[in-house]
Each structure stands twice: as C-alpha cells, then as structure tokens.
Nanobody
Framework: VQLQASGGGLVQTGGSLRLSCAAS????????MGWYRQAPGKQRELVAR???????AYADSVKGRFTISRDNAKKTTHLQMISLKPEDTAVYYC???????????????WGQGTQVTVSS
C-alpha cells in the first residue's frame, strides 16, 4: 500500500494551496482518510479527516479555512486550504485507515509528507 501526497509549496499569508493524496496497492477497503501535520518541535496533529460516507472532522484551528474531500472511486483525498497563516507551516501527512482484506483489522498507513510553508 502506498499513499502519494502532492501539492505542498510556498505561499504568502492569505494564499491558498490544494493538497492531494492517492492510495495505491492491494487492499480491501479504505475507512477513513485524513491529513495530519507536524511543525518543527511540535507533535503531529490531526488537521482533517473524512470517513467513507463523507463524514468530516476538522481541527478547530482550520475550521472555515480548510476543506477535505474524497473520491472513493479514485481512492484519493484532497485538502483545499485557503486564508493560510504562518502557523499553518508544517509538513502535511496523508493518512488512510484501511483493511488489507475483508478479514483483517483496520490499520493506519502514512504518506511521505509534503511541506507547506506560509510566509508572513
């Protein structure tokens, strides 16, 4: 299983970015997909997640600015980020909670991370 994240970059305060993550490999189903971030010297934190029925959850710090979406057929998730702030600067990681087979428990998989830098 591989999660390929893309879309990070350098943007000015108030700017926008769109992150994408595609899952590939052999697995039975994906339950939740999400985005986490880790800033230097800080713990990794949840940014947003979306269930396989479209239920979403967001960190309070990004509510109203970030929108997570998902395409189950394409096994992708996207994070649209607007009104970016310097405190959004971090490495963003894609996450998928999935089953390899019908009979195995859910397991977390992680993408390689993509850097988002917001300049003031």
């Amino acid at each position: 299983v591989q999660l390929q994240a893309s879309g990070g970059g350098l943007v000015q305060t108030g700017g926008s970015l769109r992150l994408s993550c595609a899952a590939s490999g052999n697995f039975f189903e994906i339950n939740t997909m999400g985005w986490y971030r880790q800033a230097p010297g800080k713990q990794r934190e949840l940014v947003a997640r979306i269930g396989n029925t479209g239920t979403t959850a967001y960190a309070d710090s990004v509510k109203g600015r970030f929108t997570i979406s998902r395409d189950n057929a394409k096994k992708t998730t996207h994070l649209q980020m607007i009104s970016l702030k310097p405190e959004d600067t971090a490495v963003y990681y894609c996450n998928a909670d999935l089953k390899l087979t019908r009979y195995t428990p859910n397991h977390d998989y992680w993408g390689q991370g993509t850097q988002v830098t917001v300049s003031s």
